[in-house]
């Protein structure tokens, strides 16, 4: 036949040679790397689950629930020198934030006016904490504390207003 074109009737019966040599660095460093992601995907995963509830109206088992358990919003304002505890619309008189000899901040009467709140709302779990810039992280860790340990465990920290 003329032309040179190979019909693959070659000597060999036009098979390649199978004894090349792979090189399984770059395979086996792309695995480790895509396992590394997939285990910190997973990982992420579990830390990124946030409890959230649809923003829709509440069925009428739910509004039925909700009027057994009234609750109202508390608002904890931190300054420098003092706390203000409001619930809804009503405001208690003002704390003054002292310090005992340790330099950390004396809660007792904080602690006192938790109690009488949670004497007369025992639903009440959630309190939110507005801090003034002057207020040190210490003491704001303290009244956390104190707020968890006193039965209101959802506690909110934001910006004081103003």
Known sequence: MAGGMDLGTGGKGGKKP?????????????????????IMT?????????????????STD??????????VQLTLLVSATEMRLTADQSAFD??????????????TK??????????QLPDQSAITLQTEDAVRYEDLVRIIDECIGSGLPQVSVSAAMG
Request: proline share 6%; hydrophobic share 45%.
């Open 94 to 107: 003002p704390i003054p934030l002292t310090r005992d000899d340790k330099g950390r901040p004396d809660l």
């Open 18 to 38: 199978l004894d090349t040599a792979i090189n399984m660095v770059p395979f086996i460093d792309l695995m480790a790397v895509t396992i590394s992601f997939l």
């Open 62 to 71: 739910e509004q039925q629930e909700e009027e057994k358990t009234k609750t």
């Open 42 to 58: 997973a990982v992420w995963t579990q830390i990124g689950r946030l409890q959230v509830s649809q923003a829709g109206g509440a």
């Open 110 to 119: 904080l602690i006192a006016r938790f109690k009488e709140l949670k004497a």
